[in-house]
């Protein structure tokens, strides 16, 4: 993000009554808006612009912390160019690490999903959804066994429910 896509967020945020110290050309004020703009230059313009109007809806002074938060909960921090992707990437584990079974579990219900959005977008286009409708059934059927095999942990399966709603049903 620019500086000048940066500004504006920062003056919905000075515009505010508890922001009034950060306005104009003082030191203080300068010093206020150098640093969070390098908090926030690899934050995407848009996000930024959102995450600050919300955080002008509040009754105090954002943190950075708190508007890191924000940002990053929208996904709205681009990627590091001085940092390799291997370096970005963070430790990573193979599938059997992970567990075969939970493994086969979340990518069964990824297909479900996927099957779901394309039934959607048939029905949108009026197409006829019979074969996918078999497709669906088959596809949750086998999601909800492996999610329900033993080697699961109890947390594992709540979690499971709590992102795959449709797995209790």
Same mark, same amino acid.
């Given at each position: 993000?620019?500086?000048?896509?940066?500004?504006?967020?920062?003056?919905?945020?000075?515009?505010?009554?508890?922001? +009034? %110290?950060?306005?104009?050309?003082?030191? !203080?004020?300068?010093?206020?808006?150098? $640093?969070?703009?390098?908090?926030?230059?690899?934050?995407?313009?848009?996000?930024?612009?959102?995450?600050?109007?919300?955080?002008?809806?509040?009754?105090?002074?954002? /943190?950075? %912390?708190?508007?890191?938060?924000?940002?990053?909960?929208?996904?709205?921090?681009?990627?590091?160019? %001085?940092?390799?992707? !291997?370096?970005?990437?963070?430790?990573?584990?193979?599938?059997?690490? $992970?567990?075969?079974?939970?493994?086969? #579990?979340? %990518? +069964?219900? /990824?297909?479900?999903?996927?099957?779901?959005?394309?039934?959607?977008?048939?029905?949108?286009?009026?197409?006829?959804?019979?074969?996918?409708? !078999?497709?669906? +059934?088959?596809? +949750?059927?086998?999601?909800?066994?492996?999610?329900?095999? !033993?080697?699961? /942990? #109890?947390?594992?399966?709540?979690?499971?429910?709590?992102?795959?709603?449709?797995?209790?049903?």
């Amino acid at each position: 993000m620019t500086k000048g896509e940066f500004l504006p967020g920062w003056a919905i945020l000075t515009a505010q009554p508890w922001g +009034k %110290s950060y306005r104009g050309a003082a030191a !203080e004020a300068a010093v206020q808006i150098e $640093f969070y703009f390098k908090n926030f230059e690899r934050c995407r313009a848009q996000v930024w612009q959102k995450v600050c109007e919300q955080a002008a809806t509040g009754d105090r002074w954002p /943190s950075v %912390s708190d508007l890191k938060q924000a940002v990053a909960e929208q996904g709205g921090f681009a990627p590091d160019p %001085s940092r390799s992707i !291997e370096e970005q990437k963070g430790p990573c584990i193979t599938k059997e690490e $992970f567990g075969l079974v939970l493994y086969g #579990a979340i %990518s +069964k219900c /990824s297909e479900v999903e996927q099957v779901q959005r394309m039934i959607a977008t048939d029905v949108h286009r009026g197409k006829d959804t019979a074969h996918l409708a !078999e497709e669906y +059934k088959r596809l +949750k059927g086998e999601a909800k066994e492996l999610a329900a095999a !033993e080697s699961i /942990s #109890a947390t594992d399966a709540a979690q499971l429910a709590r992102e795959y709603p449709w797995l209790l049903t």
